[in-house]
């Protein structure tokens, strides 16, 4: 069994950081949403940033399912949700709380 290619970089970022794959999965998350909120200039509380926490997670585990059928036969469907989980958790709690205005008030908002 050979390992593909994405799987050879994500092994070499696992060794080169130290970091469990599901560390990895709940960073990439939180970085692709705060990246996406400025590249985008959209606010955290738009769902624009978390929809592209969702094709970015989405798109990973097509990869994964991909290599788990071609080297195991079969679908890993439940590590599979399992990491889409671990990367949408933190930008889905930042969007909740931007939404509904825990936090990330912008200063026009606040009641002075």
Sequence with gaps: METSAIQSIKLAIVAATGLSKDALHIYV????????????RKPLRSYVP?????CVAITGEL???RDDIASLGYWRWGASLHDILNTLFWPSVF???AKFG???HASSDRNA
């Design 29 to 40: 998350g939180l970085a692709v949403f705060l990246v996406a909120a400025i590249v985008l």
């Design 50 to 54: 978390w929809l592209v926490v969702v």
């Design 63 to 65: 990869l994964d399912m």
């Design 95 to 97: 969007l909740l709380l």
């Design 102 to 104: 825990i936090f990330f």
